[in-house]
């Protein structure tokens, strides 16, 4: 089975600060997504990325970016983190033309 | 654990009862559709999926029913139990050679009474 791990699963941080979210995929996936879910609004496409060093601007790219230098790894990053940043944070992986597998998520909260 | 969405149509079945989620998708060019379930605390789980060049497709204990003229999507579980208490998501995408990006509807709220 394919696994999807994000390194945290609870983060709390202060406004201001710079924070990694990081995702790790054990399957050779070429996709990798980060995704925001918030009551109400549902599931946020942030960014993604189809090949190691590319990436693309999702719905809701703003005050954010994304690194991915090795195929297996997607890391998020939040420039300088702000409250409306609080929320609960998707990881997904795919292979070309098939479904994501999600890791467990990251709830994070700016404070 | 968190809520995944305080404003969610809830869907409350008795168990052992049929359970009948609805779906609809604005995208006619999607031709690949996939159910989720999310429970409280974890990631969205894949439970089915359905490509455009079908109107059927069953799973253990699910089916998918695609209905492109309406483009209507609709998941149905038999015998719901107390472990299917959870969030469903449909999701749509057009397909690409090389990637997509799916495209999430809002939710619904699964609730199973004893």
């Known amino acids: 089975d394919v696994k999807v791990t994000q390194s945290s699963r609870y983060l709390v941080k202060r406004t201001g600060e710079k924070v990694f979210l990081e995702c790790v995929q054990d399957m050779d996936h070429e996709n990798m997504f980060w995704y925001r879910q918030d009551p109400g609004l549902g599931l946020r496409l942030i960014y993604f990325s189809y090949d190691v060093k590319m990436k693309e601007k999702g719905d809701i790219p703003e005050g954010y970016s994304v690194s991915r230098e090795k195929k297996e790894r997607f890391s998020l990053i939040l420039e300088s983190a702000s409250t409306n940043q609080t929320s609960m944070y998707l990881c997904?992986?795919?292979?070309?033309?098939?479904?994501?597998?999600f890791g467990s998520g990251t709830r994070l909260t700016v404070v | 654990g968190e809520s995944v969405g305080l404003h969610l149509p809830t869907l409350s079945v008795q168990e052992g009862d049929n359970s009948i989620i609805n779906c609809a998708y604005s995208?006619?060019?999607?031709?690949?559709f996939i159910w989720y379930k999310q429970e409280s605390g974890k990631g969205p789980q894949f439970i089915i999926d359905i490509r455009s060049n079908m109107d059927k497709r069953q799973g253990q204990r699910v089916t998918v029913l695609l209905n492109k003229t309406v483009k209507h999507l609709s998941l149905q579980i038999a015998a719901t139990q107390p472990g299917d208490s959870a969030v469903y998501f449909c999701?749509?995408?057009?397909?690409?050679?090389?990637?997509?990006?799916?495209?999430f509807g809002p939710g619904t709220r699964l609730s199973v009474l004893p």
């Open positions: 995208n006619s060019a999607s031709d690949y």
């Open positions: 997904a992986s795919s292979p070309p033309g098939g479904g994501y597998t």
């Open positions: 999701a749509e995408t057009p397909t690409h050679n090389y990637g997509q990006n799916f495209v």
